[in-house]
Protein backbone atom coordinates (compact mmCIF):
# COMPACT_ATOMS: atom_id res chain seq x y z
CA UNK A 1 0.00 0.00 0.00
CA UNK A 2 2.87 2.16 0.29
CA UNK A 3 2.90 3.16 -3.24
CA UNK A 4 -0.45 4.51 -2.88
CA UNK A 5 0.74 6.47 -0.48
CA UNK A 6 3.42 8.57 -3.12
CA UNK A 7 -0.07 9.74 -4.17
CA UNK A 8 0.57 12.86 -1.12
CA UNK A 9 3.81 13.42 -2.39
CA UNK A 10 4.91 15.84 -5.40
CA UNK A 11 5.27 13.16 -7.56
CA UNK A 12 2.55 11.75 -9.49
CA UNK A 13 1.97 7.98 -9.18
CA UNK A 14 3.84 5.43 -11.43
CA UNK A 15 5.07 8.68 -13.46
CA UNK A 16 8.17 6.54 -15.10
CA UNK A 17 6.59 3.25 -15.14
CA UNK A 18 3.37 4.00 -16.98
CA UNK A 19 2.22 4.67 -20.72
CA UNK A 20 -0.93 5.85 -21.99
CA UNK A 21 -1.96 4.68 -25.13
CA UNK A 22 -3.98 6.56 -27.33
CA UNK A 23 -5.35 5.26 -30.72
CA UNK A 24 -6.43 8.24 -33.40
CA UNK A 25 -7.67 8.64 -37.02
CA UNK A 26 -9.01 12.13 -35.79
CA UNK A 27 -7.04 15.04 -33.43
CA UNK A 28 -5.55 14.91 -29.87
CA UNK A 29 -7.10 18.09 -28.64
CA UNK A 30 -8.64 16.46 -25.80
CA UNK A 31 -5.72 16.64 -24.36
CA UNK A 32 -5.68 20.32 -23.58
CA UNK A 33 -8.20 19.16 -20.42
CA UNK A 34 -6.28 16.04 -19.34
CA UNK A 35 -3.02 17.98 -19.40
CA UNK A 36 -3.03 18.40 -15.36
CA UNK A 37 -3.14 14.87 -15.08
CA UNK A 38 -1.43 13.30 -18.19
CA UNK A 39 1.49 16.01 -19.02
CA UNK A 40 3.89 14.17 -16.26
CA UNK A 41 3.22 11.02 -18.34
CA UNK A 42 5.15 9.25 -21.48
CA UNK A 43 2.45 8.87 -24.52
CA UNK A 44 2.30 6.61 -27.01
CA UNK A 45 0.13 7.69 -29.71
CA UNK A 46 -1.03 5.13 -32.52
CA UNK A 47 -2.22 6.98 -35.25
CA UNK A 48 -4.53 5.12 -37.49
CA UNK A 49 -5.62 5.69 -41.14
CA UNK A 50 -3.52 7.74 -43.69
CA UNK A 51 -0.21 7.83 -42.64
CA UNK A 52 0.79 10.96 -44.98
CA UNK A 53 -1.65 12.80 -42.66
CA UNK A 54 0.11 14.93 -39.72
CA UNK A 55 -1.22 14.52 -36.14
CA UNK A 56 -0.26 17.50 -34.23
CA UNK A 57 0.67 16.87 -30.55
CA UNK A 58 -0.10 19.63 -27.97
CA UNK A 59 2.65 21.28 -26.83
CA UNK A 60 4.70 20.34 -23.32
CA UNK A 61 3.22 16.43 -23.64
CA UNK A 62 6.79 13.35 -24.01
CA UNK A 63 5.70 11.12 -26.28
CA UNK A 64 6.22 8.34 -29.16
CA UNK A 65 3.71 8.27 -32.44
CA UNK A 66 3.48 5.73 -34.89
CA UNK A 67 1.91 5.38 -38.36
CA UNK A 68 1.20 2.12 -40.31
CA UNK A 69 4.48 2.88 -42.23
CA UNK A 70 5.88 2.59 -38.80
CA UNK A 71 4.33 -0.11 -37.89
CA UNK A 72 5.12 -2.19 -40.87
CA UNK A 73 8.95 -0.71 -40.43
CA UNK A 74 8.90 -2.25 -37.18
CA UNK A 75 7.06 -5.70 -37.42
CA UNK A 76 7.67 -6.43 -40.94
CA UNK A 77 5.44 -9.34 -42.58
CA UNK A 78 3.92 -9.79 -38.55
CA UNK A 79 2.34 -6.04 -38.88
CA UNK A 80 -0.78 -8.54 -40.50
CA UNK A 81 -1.65 -9.05 -36.70
CA UNK A 82 -1.97 -5.39 -36.27
CA UNK A 83 -5.77 -4.00 -37.61
CA UNK A 84 -6.12 -0.86 -39.97
CA UNK A 85 -8.84 1.32 -39.54
CA UNK A 86 -9.90 0.72 -36.37
CA UNK A 87 -9.32 1.16 -32.61
CA UNK A 88 -8.08 -2.20 -32.55
CA UNK A 89 -4.90 -0.47 -34.05
CA UNK A 90 -4.08 0.14 -30.40
CA UNK A 91 -2.76 -3.37 -29.02
CA UNK A 92 0.46 -1.87 -30.90
CA UNK A 93 1.15 0.53 -28.62
CA UNK A 94 1.22 -2.08 -25.69
CA UNK A 95 3.55 -3.81 -27.67
CA UNK A 96 6.16 -0.81 -28.18
CA UNK A 97 5.79 0.01 -24.61
CA UNK A 98 8.56 -1.15 -22.32
CA UNK A 99 6.78 0.51 -18.83
CA UNK A 100 5.48 -1.62 -16.41
CA UNK A 101 1.43 -0.46 -16.61
CA UNK A 102 -0.72 0.80 -19.43
CA UNK A 103 -4.27 3.18 -19.72
CA UNK A 104 -5.36 3.23 -22.84
CA UNK A 105 -7.78 6.31 -23.77
CA UNK A 106 -9.69 7.41 -26.53
CA UNK A 107 -10.07 10.76 -28.15
CA UNK A 108 -13.20 11.60 -27.77
CA UNK A 109 -13.10 10.88 -23.69
CA UNK A 110 -12.86 13.96 -21.84
CA UNK A 111 -12.41 14.61 -17.89
CA UNK A 112 -15.71 13.76 -15.92
CA UNK A 113 -16.99 15.10 -13.01
CA UNK A 114 -17.96 13.31 -9.52
CA UNK A 115 -21.86 14.04 -8.23
CA UNK A 116 -19.64 16.89 -6.23
CA UNK A 117 -18.12 18.66 -9.09
CA UNK A 118 -14.99 17.88 -8.48
CA UNK A 119 -12.85 16.68 -11.69
CA UNK A 120 -12.21 12.99 -11.59
CA UNK A 121 -8.38 12.11 -12.30
CA UNK A 122 -9.33 9.27 -14.05
CA UNK A 123 -5.60 7.66 -14.77
CA UNK A 124 -5.04 8.10 -10.53
CA UNK A 125 -7.83 5.77 -9.78
CA UNK A 126 -7.07 3.58 -12.67
CA UNK A 127 -3.34 2.97 -10.40
CA UNK A 128 -5.02 2.72 -7.64
CA UNK A 129 -7.34 -0.18 -8.83
CA UNK A 130 -4.10 -1.85 -10.35
CA UNK A 131 -2.12 -1.19 -7.00
CA UNK A 132 -4.30 -2.79 -4.55
CA UNK A 133 -5.34 -6.36 -4.92
CA UNK A 134 -8.37 -7.80 -6.48
CA UNK A 135 -10.96 -10.62 -5.18
CA UNK A 136 -11.94 -13.24 -7.32
CA UNK A 137 -13.03 -16.19 -5.26
CA UNK A 138 -15.37 -14.41 -3.33
CA UNK A 139 -17.86 -11.65 -3.90
CA UNK A 140 -17.69 -9.00 -1.01
CA UNK A 141 -20.60 -6.92 -1.12
CA UNK A 142 -19.69 -4.33 0.11
CA UNK A 143 -17.63 -3.80 -3.10
CA UNK A 144 -13.77 -2.81 -3.05
CA UNK A 145 -12.58 -4.41 0.20
CA UNK A 146 -9.16 -2.22 -0.39
CA UNK A 147 -10.76 1.16 -0.59
CA UNK A 148 -10.13 3.50 2.42
CA UNK A 149 -13.75 3.13 4.55
CA UNK A 150 -14.18 -0.26 3.19
CA UNK A 151 -13.29 -4.07 4.27
CA UNK A 152 -14.37 -7.01 4.06
CA UNK A 153 -17.65 -8.12 5.38
CA UNK A 154 -18.88 -10.60 7.93
CA UNK A 155 -18.13 -14.25 6.82
CA UNK A 156 -15.84 -13.18 3.80
CA UNK A 157 -13.16 -16.03 4.56
CA UNK A 158 -10.15 -14.89 6.40
CA UNK A 159 -7.67 -17.28 3.99
CA UNK A 160 -8.98 -15.25 0.65
CA UNK A 161 -8.80 -11.71 2.32
CA UNK A 162 -4.88 -11.10 0.83
CA UNK A 163 -6.62 -11.02 -2.61
CA UNK A 164 -4.52 -11.52 -5.98
CA UNK A 165 -3.12 -9.29 -8.17
CA UNK A 166 -4.72 -7.00 -10.15
CA UNK A 167 -4.06 -7.12 -13.90
CA UNK A 168 -7.03 -4.84 -15.49
CA UNK A 169 -8.92 -1.84 -14.25
CA UNK A 170 -11.33 -0.99 -16.28
CA UNK A 171 -13.03 1.96 -16.30
CA UNK A 172 -17.01 3.34 -17.14
CA UNK A 173 -18.47 6.56 -18.94
CA UNK A 174 -20.59 9.42 -18.07
CA UNK A 175 -22.96 10.57 -21.49
CA UNK A 176 -22.44 8.55 -24.13
CA UNK A 177 -22.61 4.99 -22.63
CA UNK A 178 -20.64 1.98 -24.85
CA UNK A 179 -23.53 0.60 -26.40
CA UNK A 180 -23.72 -1.39 -29.33
CA UNK A 181 -25.47 -0.31 -32.48
CA UNK A 182 -28.96 -2.24 -32.41
CA UNK A 183 -29.31 -0.35 -28.59
CA UNK A 184 -27.79 2.77 -29.97
CA UNK A 185 -30.86 2.60 -32.79
CA UNK A 186 -33.30 2.06 -30.67
CA UNK A 187 -32.50 4.68 -27.52
CA UNK A 188 -30.69 7.83 -29.93
CA UNK A 189 -30.52 10.22 -26.71
CA UNK A 190 -30.09 7.87 -23.80
CA UNK A 191 -27.04 8.86 -21.92
CA UNK A 192 -25.46 7.49 -18.81
CA UNK A 193 -25.87 10.08 -16.16
CA UNK A 194 -26.09 7.63 -13.04
CA UNK A 195 -22.46 7.61 -11.49
CA UNK A 196 -21.89 5.00 -9.27
CA UNK A 197 -19.13 4.98 -6.14
CA UNK A 198 -17.99 1.50 -6.96
CA UNK A 199 -15.04 -0.78 -8.17
CA UNK A 200 -15.67 -4.41 -8.04
CA UNK A 201 -13.35 -7.45 -9.04
CA UNK A 202 -15.40 -9.63 -11.53
CA UNK A 203 -15.76 -13.03 -10.10
CA UNK A 204 -13.37 -15.55 -11.51
CA UNK A 205 -15.65 -17.95 -14.20
CA UNK A 206 -17.20 -14.75 -15.06
CA UNK A 207 -17.01 -13.24 -18.74
CA UNK A 208 -17.16 -9.30 -19.51
CA UNK A 209 -17.69 -7.35 -21.95
CA UNK A 210 -14.48 -5.39 -21.61
CA UNK A 211 -14.09 -1.85 -23.21
CA UNK A 212 -11.30 -0.56 -24.49
CA UNK A 213 -12.06 3.01 -24.34
CA UNK A 214 -10.93 3.72 -20.53
CA UNK A 215 -8.88 1.17 -19.46
CA UNK A 216 -5.76 0.13 -17.16
CA UNK A 217 -3.52 -2.72 -17.26
CA UNK A 218 -0.96 -4.03 -15.33
CA UNK A 219 1.41 -5.33 -18.80
CA UNK A 220 3.86 -7.19 -16.78
CA UNK A 221 1.07 -9.58 -15.56
CA UNK A 222 -1.33 -9.57 -18.65
CA UNK A 223 -0.11 -7.52 -21.58
CA UNK A 224 0.66 -10.26 -24.15
CA UNK A 225 -3.35 -11.36 -24.16
CA UNK A 226 -4.32 -8.07 -24.76
CA UNK A 227 -3.79 -8.54 -28.46
CA UNK A 228 -7.24 -6.43 -29.61
CA UNK A 229 -7.99 -8.75 -32.92
CA UNK A 230 -7.78 -8.94 -37.13
CA UNK A 231 -10.75 -5.75 -37.19
CA UNK A 232 -11.53 -2.85 -39.35
CA UNK A 233 -10.38 -2.53 -43.28
CA UNK A 234 -10.26 -6.25 -44.71
CA UNK A 235 -12.11 -7.94 -41.65
CA UNK A 236 -15.74 -8.85 -41.69
CA UNK A 237 -16.13 -7.27 -38.18
CA UNK A 238 -15.13 -4.24 -36.22
CA UNK A 239 -16.12 -2.96 -32.90
CA UNK A 240 -15.33 -6.60 -31.45
CA UNK A 241 -11.29 -5.78 -30.38
CA UNK A 242 -11.63 -4.92 -27.07
CA UNK A 243 -13.95 -7.56 -27.16
CA UNK A 244 -11.97 -10.33 -28.08
CA UNK A 245 -8.92 -9.03 -25.48
CA UNK A 246 -11.60 -8.88 -22.65
CA UNK A 247 -12.44 -12.43 -23.28
CA UNK A 248 -9.35 -13.87 -24.11
CA UNK A 249 -7.46 -11.91 -21.25
CA UNK A 250 -10.65 -12.95 -18.38
CA UNK A 251 -9.87 -16.86 -19.37
CA UNK A 252 -6.31 -16.51 -18.89
CA UNK A 253 -6.63 -14.31 -15.59
CA UNK A 254 -8.99 -16.95 -14.19
CA UNK A 255 -6.31 -19.38 -15.29
CA UNK A 256 -3.22 -17.65 -13.71
CA UNK A 257 -5.27 -16.18 -10.51
CA UNK A 258 -5.20 -12.75 -11.09
CA UNK A 259 -8.18 -9.81 -10.89
CA UNK A 260 -9.98 -7.80 -12.87
CA UNK A 261 -11.46 -4.34 -11.77
CA UNK A 262 -14.79 -2.59 -12.92
CA UNK A 263 -16.39 0.59 -11.78
CA UNK A 264 -14.59 3.75 -11.35
CA UNK A 265 -13.17 5.81 -12.54
CA UNK A 266 -15.32 7.58 -15.26
CA UNK A 267 -14.57 9.70 -18.29
CA UNK A 268 -16.79 11.63 -20.17
CA UNK A 269 -17.87 9.83 -23.26
CA UNK A 270 -18.48 13.17 -26.06
CA UNK A 271 -19.08 11.51 -28.96
CA UNK A 272 -21.71 8.63 -30.28
CA UNK A 273 -20.31 7.07 -33.32
CA UNK A 274 -22.90 6.06 -36.03
CA UNK A 275 -25.26 3.52 -35.41
CA UNK A 276 -25.68 2.37 -38.78
CA UNK A 277 -21.63 2.20 -39.47
CA UNK A 278 -21.48 0.45 -36.35
CA UNK A 279 -24.19 -1.60 -37.06
CA UNK A 280 -22.60 -2.69 -40.41
CA UNK A 281 -19.48 -3.18 -38.64
CA UNK A 282 -20.66 -5.18 -35.46
CA UNK A 283 -23.19 -7.61 -36.96
CA UNK A 284 -21.50 -11.13 -37.55
CA UNK A 285 -20.45 -10.45 -33.58
CA UNK A 286 -23.63 -10.17 -32.50
CA UNK A 287 -24.61 -13.97 -33.72
CA UNK A 288 -21.26 -15.09 -33.32
CA UNK A 289 -20.51 -13.90 -29.83
CA UNK A 290 -23.69 -16.25 -29.11
CA UNK A 291 -20.91 -18.89 -29.83
CA UNK A 292 -18.02 -17.40 -29.01
CA UNK A 293 -19.20 -17.04 -25.38
CA UNK A 294 -20.01 -21.12 -24.70
CA UNK A 295 -16.64 -21.20 -26.14
CA UNK A 296 -14.91 -18.68 -23.35
CA UNK A 297 -17.08 -20.35 -20.94
CA UNK A 298 -15.46 -23.67 -21.24
CA UNK A 299 -12.04 -23.13 -22.06
CA UNK A 300 -9.65 -24.88 -19.47
CA UNK A 301 -6.00 -24.43 -19.40
CA UNK A 302 -3.60 -26.87 -18.97
CA UNK A 303 -1.56 -26.23 -15.26
CA UNK A 304 1.66 -26.39 -17.92
CA UNK A 305 0.29 -23.05 -19.18
CA UNK A 306 2.29 -21.18 -16.59
CA UNK A 307 2.94 -17.93 -19.03
CA UNK A 308 0.70 -15.52 -20.50
CA UNK A 309 2.39 -16.38 -23.47
CA UNK A 310 1.78 -19.92 -23.39
CA UNK A 311 -1.76 -19.89 -22.14
CA UNK A 312 -2.85 -17.70 -25.15
CA UNK A 313 -1.08 -20.02 -28.30
CA UNK A 314 -2.73 -22.54 -26.25
CA UNK A 315 -5.68 -20.21 -26.51
CA UNK A 316 -5.46 -19.36 -30.08
CA UNK A 317 -4.60 -23.19 -30.57
CA UNK A 318 -8.25 -23.86 -28.99
CA UNK A 319 -10.29 -21.09 -31.53
CA UNK A 320 -8.94 -22.57 -34.28
CA UNK A 321 -10.01 -25.89 -33.50
CA UNK A 322 -13.37 -25.25 -32.21
CA UNK A 323 -14.17 -21.68 -33.74
CA UNK A 324 -12.80 -22.67 -37.11
CA UNK A 325 -16.48 -24.46 -37.75
CA UNK A 326 -18.13 -21.26 -37.18
CA UNK A 327 -16.59 -18.74 -39.65
CA UNK A 328 -13.38 -19.07 -41.67
CA UNK A 329 -12.51 -15.45 -40.03
CA UNK A 330 -11.44 -17.52 -36.92
CA UNK A 331 -8.53 -19.53 -38.46
CA UNK A 332 -7.12 -16.19 -39.67
CA UNK A 333 -7.83 -14.86 -36.13
CA UNK A 334 -6.24 -17.78 -34.55
CA UNK A 335 -2.81 -17.27 -36.84
CA UNK A 336 -3.04 -13.90 -36.12
CA UNK A 337 -3.29 -14.37 -32.18
CA UNK A 338 0.09 -16.34 -32.94
CA UNK A 339 2.09 -13.72 -34.90
CA UNK A 340 0.97 -11.54 -32.20
CA UNK A 341 2.96 -13.58 -29.37
CA UNK A 342 5.90 -13.85 -31.58
CA UNK A 343 5.64 -9.83 -32.54
CA UNK A 344 5.21 -9.36 -28.77
CA UNK A 345 8.41 -11.88 -28.00
CA UNK A 346 10.62 -10.28 -30.76
CA UNK A 347 10.05 -6.82 -29.35
CA UNK A 348 9.79 -7.75 -25.45
CA UNK A 349 12.64 -10.60 -25.12
CA UNK A 350 12.43 -10.62 -21.23
CA UNK A 351 9.22 -11.10 -20.98
CA UNK A 352 8.67 -14.65 -21.36
CA UNK A 353 9.21 -15.28 -17.48
CA UNK A 354 6.20 -16.98 -15.77
CA UNK A 355 3.51 -14.73 -14.63
CA UNK A 356 2.15 -16.18 -11.73
CA UNK A 357 1.14 -19.71 -11.29
CA UNK A 358 -2.04 -21.53 -12.88
CA UNK A 359 -4.96 -21.51 -9.93
O1 LIG B 1 -10.81 3.61 -37.72
C1 LIG B 1 -10.62 4.10 -36.61
C2 LIG B 1 -11.69 4.59 -35.80
C3 LIG B 1 -11.43 5.14 -34.57
N1 LIG B 1 -10.16 5.19 -34.10
C4 LIG B 1 -9.87 5.77 -32.78
O2 LIG B 1 -10.37 4.84 -31.83
C5 LIG B 1 -11.02 5.53 -30.76
C6 LIG B 1 -12.47 5.12 -30.69
O3 LIG B 1 -13.12 5.68 -31.80
P1 LIG B 1 -14.64 6.24 -31.69
O4 LIG B 1 -14.72 7.10 -30.49
O5 LIG B 1 -15.01 6.82 -33.00
O6 LIG B 1 -15.47 4.91 -31.53
P2 LIG B 1 -16.42 4.42 -30.36
O7 LIG B 1 -17.55 3.67 -30.98
O8 LIG B 1 -16.81 5.49 -29.41
O9 LIG B 1 -15.34 3.44 -29.66
C7 LIG B 1 -15.71 2.46 -28.71
O10 LIG B 1 -16.05 1.29 -29.38
C8 LIG B 1 -14.90 0.48 -29.52
C9 LIG B 1 -14.73 0.22 -30.97
O11 LIG B 1 -13.88 -0.85 -31.13
C10 LIG B 1 -13.76 1.22 -28.95
O12 LIG B 1 -12.78 0.43 -28.34
C11 LIG B 1 -14.48 2.02 -27.96
O13 LIG B 1 -13.65 2.98 -27.54
C12 LIG B 1 -10.76 7.00 -31.01
O14 LIG B 1 -9.62 7.40 -30.30
C13 LIG B 1 -10.56 7.09 -32.51
O15 LIG B 1 -9.74 8.19 -32.90
C14 LIG B 1 -9.10 4.68 -34.83
O16 LIG B 1 -7.93 4.71 -34.38
N2 LIG B 1 -9.37 4.14 -36.07
MN1 LIG C 1 -16.03 7.33 -28.89
Known amino acids: MAAIQASKSSTPLLKDELDIVIPTIRNLDFLEMWRPFFQPYHLIIVQDG ?39 CRCFGYMVSKKKYIFTIDDDCFVAKDPT ?12 N ?23 VRGYPFSLREGVPTAVSHGLWLNIPDYDAPTQLVKPRERNTRYVDAVMTIPKGTLFPMCGMNLGFNRELIGPAMYFGLMGDGQPIGRYDDMWAGWCTKVICDHLGLGIKTGLPYIW ?11 KKEYKGIYWQEELIPFFQSVTLPKDCTTVQKCYLELAKQVKAKLGKVD ?9 MVT ?3 AWDELNPSTGLANGSAK
Open 50 to 88: DPSKTINVPEGFDYELYNRNDINKILGPKASCISFKDSA
Open 269 to 279: HSKASNPFVNL
Open 117 to 128: GKEINALEQHIK
Open 130 to 152: LLSPSSPFFFNTLYDPYRDGADF
Open 328 to 336: EYFNKLADA
Open 340 to 342: WIE
